[in-house]
T-cell receptor, first 114, second 109 residues
Framework: TAGITQAPTSQILAAGRSMTLRCTQD?????MYWYRQDLGLGLRLIHY???????GKGEVPDGYSVSRANTDDFPLTLASAVPSQTSVYFC?????????????FGPGTRLTVL | GQNIDQPTEMTATEGAIVQINCTYQ??????LFWYQQHAGEAPTFLSY??LDGLEEKGRFSSFLSRSKGYSYLLLKELQMKDSASYLC??????????WGAGTKLIIKP
């Protein structure tokens, strides 16, 4: 099984442009998450979804939006990218929300905003 | 505030033992995770502790002391492939993971 896939693998984006990072899981997990990982900092939660049709804000949601139209897909959109959004973005999923279930991570998207 | 502290970098020798420490301060506590992350790759699950004590899983063991807000990951018989970052994460009262910045472990032959 593929687990979690993310696309694109990497991207260079001009400041002010919009972009959607894609995330798809085939494990039928209820909960999905978007994190950013920056050097010297821990993973920071951007947005999450406990189940299809619901989303919530994490620690650093400003400048990002998400949707969860179905169980499998959880896209992250940057409406107008800024250089501070340069980061590695990881999508993750877990079987149950708000639980001790292990989170499984996608391979990441490396985004550079110039 | 909520905080996770772990050393930035550690160096160890192939075949040796290394202990990576993690201290945490969270609003409530529902357990502690350790993840391994090789350079350029995704984090992968290593262990989960919610009760005090040591849990052993092959060459890797994880320890938790809830009263001290302290955990460690013990890696035995180090192999070159163990060179990676090790991420400590605590689950708070809202079941949100609070992540440390990670400890980069360098293994030397």
């Amino acid at each position: 099984t593929a687990g979690i896939t993310q696309a694109p693998t990497s991207q260079i984006l001009a400041a002010g442009r919009s972009m959607t990072l894609r995330c798809t899981q085939d494990m039928r997990h209820n909960a999905m998450y978007w994190y950013r990982q920056d050097l010297g900092l821990g993973l920071r939660l951007i947005h999450y979804s406990n189940t299809a049709g619901t989303t919530g804000k994490g620690e650093v949601p400003d400048g990002y939006s998400v949707s969860r139209a179905n169980t499998d897909d959880f896209p992250l959109t940057l409406a107008s990218a800024v250089p501070s959004q340069t980061s590695v973005y990881f999508c993750a999923s877990s079987d149950s929300p708000q639980s001790t279930d292990t989170q499984y991570f996608g391979p990441g998207t490396r985004l550079t905003v110039l | 505030g909520q905080n996770i502290d772990q050393p930035t970098e550690m160096t160890a020798t192939e075949g040796a033992i290394v202990q990576i420490n993690c201290t945490y301060q969270t609003s409530g506590f529902n357990g502690l995770f350790w993840y391994q992350q090789h350079a350029g790759e995704a984090p992968t699950f290593l262990s989960y502790n919610v009760l005090d004590g040591l849990e052993e899983k092959g060459r890797f063991s994880s320890f938790l002391s809830r009263s001290k807000g302290y955990s460690y990951l013990l890696l035995k018989e180090l192999q070159m492939k163990d060179s990676a970052s090790y991420l400590c994460a605590a689950l708070d009262s809202n079941y949100q993971l609070i992540w440390g910045a990670g400890t980069k472990l360098i293994i030397k032959p």
